[in-house]
């Protein structure tokens, strides 16, 4: 079968936090060391933060170290959190408010924010784009490139596939998108991650995730 080839110096597996951050922070290390580095992410959903379970409360630590001036840039962090309580239900009716000073330190969001996690995604998505990322939405990483127990890429899934497998008209085989290094940034329970962990045994001798 016939693949279409790209080549990049990095692709990156997924349009979550963790995958648009690693985008932009390469593009603004290779821009301070005054070099082109081309970046590529896939992202399975039809666009970036349309699979990110959205309701969250998030620190802004990593993201100001990431965007110093994110406030001026527009991130969609608006509502700070004013207040948290945490109850203990004692029945279907009565709960105990605990008090401030009982709460593990983890618990309190004092200085943190209530956000959409989908709409800080697409966000992060435009500044990625904006420092040169090809983001390709609608494209999943169905299986990784391994030669000599390296890891050189991805393959995409084909399309146009029927659900008995047969090939439509509109059939269109996976591309190669090859690359010096590869992140995989899938998310938890990412299907290429697990082969991964089981090829080369990162979970060995490690607590289960
Ligand atoms: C119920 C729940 C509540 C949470 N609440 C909070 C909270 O209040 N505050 C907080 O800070 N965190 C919260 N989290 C955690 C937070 O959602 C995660 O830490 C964060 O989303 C992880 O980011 P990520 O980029 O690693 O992965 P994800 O956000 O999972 O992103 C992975 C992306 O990769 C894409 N993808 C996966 N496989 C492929 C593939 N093969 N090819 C192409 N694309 C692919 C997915 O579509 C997705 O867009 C919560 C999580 C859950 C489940």
Redesign the pocket.
Known sequence: MQRDVMEYDVVI???????LSTACRIKQLAEEAGTELSVCL????SEVGA???SG???EDRALAELFPDWKEMGAPLNTPVKGDEVYFLTSNEKAVKTPHFAIPKPMHNDGNYIVS?GNVSRWLGEQAENLGVEIYPG???AEYILEDGVIKGIITGDMGVAADGSHKDSYMPGMELRAKYTVF????R???GKQLIAEYKLDEGKDPQ
């Open positions: 597996v997924g349009g979550g936090p963790a995958g896939v992202e399975k959903g699979h990110i379970l969250a409360v998030i996690l494209f999943s990483a940034a899938e998310g938890c990412g299907h290429l």
